[in-house]
C-alpha cells in the first residue's frame, strides 16, 4: 500500500482545531458543570491529512459513572465539524487528571480561584 504525501494547508488545520475546540466545549461531565475542555480531559487531538481525527482523552476518575458514554459524545462532537471525515477517542489514564490541568475559566466556574 502506498502512502501519498500530502498535507493539510496551514488555514484549514486551524479551522478545523478551531470547530474542534468549539464542539468539545459542548460536551459536559454531567456531575461538573464545565465542558470536557475547560476541565482539561482532552489530552491530544490529531488530525490526519484525510481529516481523521484522533483523540486522546481522560477522566476525573476512572470510576466516572460515564466513562462508558463520554468517548462517544466526544466522537460525536468531532464529527460535527464541517470536513472531518471520522473521529476516535482513546481513553488514557497516564498521567492521571488533577485539577490543574482545569482551566482558569473552569475554576472560576467552581469556585476555586
Known amino acids: 500500500m502506498t502512502e501519498t504525501e500530502t498535507t493539510l494547508p496551514k488555514a484549514e488545520l486551524d479551522r478545523l482545531t ?3 475546540i468549539a464542539q468539545f466545549k459542548t460536551v459536559f461531565d454531567p456531575e461538573i458543570p464545565v465542558d ?3 476541565l482539561g480531559l482532552i489530552y491530544k487531538v490529531d488530525v490526519d491529512d484525510n481529516r481523521h481525527v484522533d483523540i486522546e482523552m481522560t477522566l476525573t ?3 466516572c459513572p ?3 458514554e463520554m468517548p462517544g459524545w466526544v466522537e460525536e462532537a ?3 465539524v464541517e470536513g472531518v471525515t471520522s473521529a476516535k477517542v482513546n481513553l488514557v489514564f497516564d498521567p492521571p487528571w488533577t485539577p ?3 482551566s482558569d475559566e473552569a475554576k472560576l466556574e467552581l469556585n476555586m480561584l
Open 100 to 102: 490543574a490541568r482545569m
Open 66 to 68: 460515564v466513562a462508558g
Open 36 to 38: 470536557v475542555y475547560e
Open 61 to 63: 476518575a476512572p470510576g
Open 78 to 80: 468531532a464529527l460535527r
Open 18 to 20: 478551531d470547530e474542534l
